[in-house]
Nanobody, 127 residues
Framework: QVRLVESGGGLVQAGGSLTLSCTVS????????MGWFRQAPGKEREFVAT????????NYADSVKGRFTISRENAKNTGYLQMNSLKPDDTAAYYC????????????????????WGQGTQVTVSS
C-alpha cells in the first residue's frame, strides 16, 4: 500500500518562504504523477501544482504561478513544493497526492484523479 508523508509546514510571515516535502513509500514513486493540493477551513480542497512522473511536465494554479515550484527526486522517493512570496491567503493544510500513470508526461489538476493521499501539513502565513 502506498503511503505519503508530508513535512515542512509551519508558521511564516508574509513574504517568506517554505519548502514542503512529500515522501512516498510502498510503491514505485517514479511511476506516479504527483500533485499538491490545499484546503483552508470552510473551503473545498483546491489544486496547487502537479508534476509528471518524468518531471518534464508541470502545471500550476493561477494563484501560485510564479511563486511556487513543484519538483521531485525519484531516487529519493520524494516530491517538493517550494513556496516563495507567501501571502496570508496561502494559509491552509497542504496535501500531496499520487497516481500511477503509464504516461511519462501525464499530470492531473483534479483531486478525483488521484488515488493516494498524505495526511497533510499546515502552512500558516501571518500578515
Amino acid at each position: 500500500q502506498v503511503r505519503l508523508v508530508e513535512s515542512g509546514g509551519g508558521l511564516v510571515q508574509a513574504g517568506g518562504s517554505l519548502t514542503l516535502s512529500c515522501t512516498v513509500s510502498g510503491g514505485i514513486f517514479s511511476t506516479y504523477a504527483m500533485g499538491w493540493f490545499r484546503q483552508a477551513p470552510g473551503k473545498e480542497r483546491e489544486f496547487v501544482a502537479t508534476i509528471s512522473r518524468s518531471a518534464t511536465s508541470t502545471n500550476y494554479a493561477d494563484s501560485v504561478k510564479g511563486r511556487f515550484t513543484i519538483s521531485r527526486e525519484n531516487a529519493k522517493n520524494t516530491g517538493y513544493l517550494q513556496m516563495n512570496s507567501l501571502k496570508p491567503d496561502d494559509t491552509a493544510a497542504y496535501y500531496c497526492a499520487t497516481r500511477f500513470t503509464p504516461t511519462l508526461q501525464a499530470t492531473g489538476d483534479s483531486p478525483r484523479w488521484y488515488n493516494s493521499w498524505g495526511q497533510g501539513t499546515q502552512v500558516t502565513v501571518s500578515s
